[in-house]
């Protein structure tokens, strides 16, 4: 009582990757030559096109509250990208722009979740996924799945988890952090076990277009059953390079986002006016090459991790992230220090090779590390050295 925080905001856990953050930070800032490869962001500029519409929303005045669920501009264009890349057709009364596609999901999870209520989460899932839930007073249901199957959920497990209390199922692919694409089949099969469940799925596709010679398919597209129970989240911050700029959507059932507009209409209103005209026109700005160079990129530490001792990795297929397993190194010693953990290792590696990367743990995959290679080949060059030195010195 009195001067004191509520249950809710003393439930939520710490990002895990913010003590890795906050370390790398102290240590650059004292100077040390960190590679950063915990970074959640890609590495190339924002459309320029993009940007020279915000600077002439600015200058034309276009500066002041908007529709809550976005501009009918942006709305309609979002629609267009919806109907000509992923096959779906929507109104604009099915579309809800918000604040970054991470405000999306939680207006979701608000709007569907009640106290006690199941949201299945298929792991390694995005960290976010799980506090969100809870945050909504629900009980996230975690599927745990390895390199065995893809890192993907099996209809088998989807089946024997769901139950009365399920409110939802989260589906991403391509995944943060493992980088698995669902093929068709694969979300065929899903589909036939959620068809006749009473539950929500929701489709985060955030990394839709960096994805290597696989072919994206939304959940929502396989047919009209599965298309009405599905939320599809999408956003700006990966294939635009716009992380700062806070744009996401969410397109879906009407009921479901007239109530989540409600919800934002008393949380943070419209998503702002200029960024909304960025983003209208970075929808018409994708450049193909940043999948050319993700891959290279991928490829190049892909075979060097492949190349060194204690490591396995299997081939992320999109997003940016590589997600080596690193259980034979647990135990090991490093001068004399005990690697027992991949949190433990990551802080080693921060520390003894300063090389800057997530442990598994947040991510539900505790024999995991997350790599990211939004960075330069000549920052993952100096990080491979640095590793592939670190490991030829631990001792099992
Ligand atoms: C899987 C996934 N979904 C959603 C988001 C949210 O992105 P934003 O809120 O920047 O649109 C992220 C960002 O890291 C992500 O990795």
Same mark, same amino acid.
């Given at each position: 009582?009195?001067?004191?925080?509520?249950?809710?905001?003393?439930?939520?856990?710490?990002?895990?990757?913010?003590?890795?953050?906050?370390?790398?930070?102290?240590?650059? #800032?004292?100077?040390?030559?960190?590679?950063?490869?915990?970074?959640?962001?890609?590495?190339?500029?924002?459309?320029?096109?993009?940007?020279?519409?915000?600077?002439?929303?600015?200058?034309?005045?276009?500066?002041?509250?908007?529709?809550?669920?976005?501009?009918?501009?942006?709305?309609?264009?979002?629609?267009?990208?919806?109907?000509?890349?992923?096959?779906?057709?929507?109104?604009?009364?099915?579309?809800?722009?918000?604040?970054?596609?991470?405000?999306?999901?939680?207006?979701?999870?608000?709007?569907?979740?009640?106290?006690?209520?199941?949201?299945?989460?298929?792991?390694?899932?995005?960290?976010?996924?799980?506090?969100?839930?809870?945050?909504?007073?629900?009980?996230?249901?975690?599927?745990?799945?390895?390199?065995?199957?893809?890192?993907?959920?099996?209809?088998?497990?989807?089946?024997?988890?769901?139950?009365?209390?399920?409110?939802?199922?989260?589906?991403?692919?391509?995944?943060?952090?493992?980088?698995?694409?669902?093929?068709?089949?694969?979300?065929?099969?899903?589909?036939?076990?959620?068809?006749?469940?009473?539950?929500?799925?929701?489709?985060?596709?955030?990394?839709?277009?960096?994805?290597?010679?696989?072919?994206?398919? #939304?959940?929502?597209?396989?047919?009209?059953?599965?298309?009405?129970?599905?939320?599809?989240?999408?956003?700006? #911050?990966?294939?635009?390079?716009?992380?700062?700029?806070?744009?996401?959507?969410?397109?879906?059932?009407?009921?479901?986002?007239?109530?989540?507009?409600?919800?934002?209409?008393?949380?943070?209103?419209?998503?702002?006016?200029?960024?909304?005209?960025?983003?209208?026109?970075?929808?018409?700005?994708?450049?193909?090459?940043?999948?050319?160079?993700?891959?290279?990129?991928?490829?190049?530490?892909?075979?060097?991790?492949?190349?060194?001792?204690?490591?396995?990795?299997?081939?992320?297929?999109?997003?940016?992230?590589?997600?080596?397993?690193?259980?034979?190194?647990?135990?090991?010693?490093?001068?004399?220090?005990?690697?027992?953990?991949?949190?433990?290792?990551?802080?080693?590696?921060?520390?003894?090779?300063?090389? #800057?990367?997530?442990?598994?743990?947040?991510?539900?995959?505790?024999?995991?590390?997350?790599?990211?290679?939004?960075?330069?080949?000549?920052?993952?060059?100096?990080?491979?050295?640095?590793?592939?030195?670190?490991?030829?010195?631990?001792?099992?």
């Amino acid at each position: 009582m009195g001067l004191s925080l509520s249950a809710r905001a003393r439930g939520i856990a710490p990002s895990p990757t913010l003590s890795i953050d906050a370390k790398t930070k102290a240590m650059v #800032s004292r100077g040390e030559q960190v590679i950063n490869l915990s970074v959640g962001e890609p590495d190339f500029q924002t459309p320029p096109e993009a940007s020279l519409a915000a600077v002439g929303a600015i200058a034309a005045g276009f500066t002041k509250y908007t529709a809550v669920a976005g501009i009918m501009e942006l709305r309609r264009r979002i629609i267009r990208k919806l109907e000509q890349e992923n096959g779906l057709r929507y109104e604009p009364d099915e579309i809800l722009v918000s604040v970054g596609a991470k405000h999306s999901l939680f207006n979701i999870m608000l709007t569907l979740v009640d106290l006690g209520d199941e949201v299945i989460i298929p792991a390694p899932y995005w960290v976010t996924y799980p506090e969100q839930v809870r945050l909504a007073g629900g009980v996230p249901v975690i599927l745990p799945t390895d390199e065995s199957t893809g890192f993907k959920v099996t209809p088998g497990q989807l089946k024997e988890a769901l139950g009365p209390k399920t409110k939802a199922v989260i589906l991403n692919s391509p995944s943060n952090p493992t980088g698995a694409v669902y093929r068709r089949a694969e979300l065929e099969a899903l589909a036939e076990v959620l068809r006749p469940a009473d539950c929500y799925v929701i489709s985060d596709e955030i990394y839709e277009k960096l994805i290597y010679g696989v072919e994206h398919v #939304s959940i929502a597209s396989l047919d009209e059953e599965i298309f009405r129970k599905t939320l599809v989240v999408n956003g700006f #911050s990966k294939a635009f390079s716009m992380t700062g700029w806070r744009l996401g959507y969410t397109a879906g059932p009407k009921d479901v986002i007239k109530a989540m507009t409600s919800l934002q209409s008393q949380s943070t209103s419209n998503p702002t006016s200029i960024a909304q005209k960025a983003g209208v026109v970075a929808l018409d700005h994708f450049d193909p090459d940043v999948v050319e160079e993700f891959r290279a990129r991928r490829d190049y530490v892909l075979e060097r991790l492949r190349g060194m001792p204690y490591i396995s990795c299997a081939e992320p297929e999109g997003a940016f992230y590589l997600f080596p397993n690193v259980s034979r190194l647990l135990g090991g010693r490093y001068r004399g220090q005990t690697i027992d953990t991949s949190d433990r290792l990551c802080e080693l590696l921060l520390e003894e090779a300063r090389v #800057s990367l997530v442990p598994g743990s947040g991510f539900g995959a505790p024999n995991n590390i997350r790599l990211s290679y939004a960075v330069s080949r000549v920052d993952l060059e100096i990080a491979m050295e640095r590793m592939e030195a670190f490991l030829g010195e631990v001792e099992r």
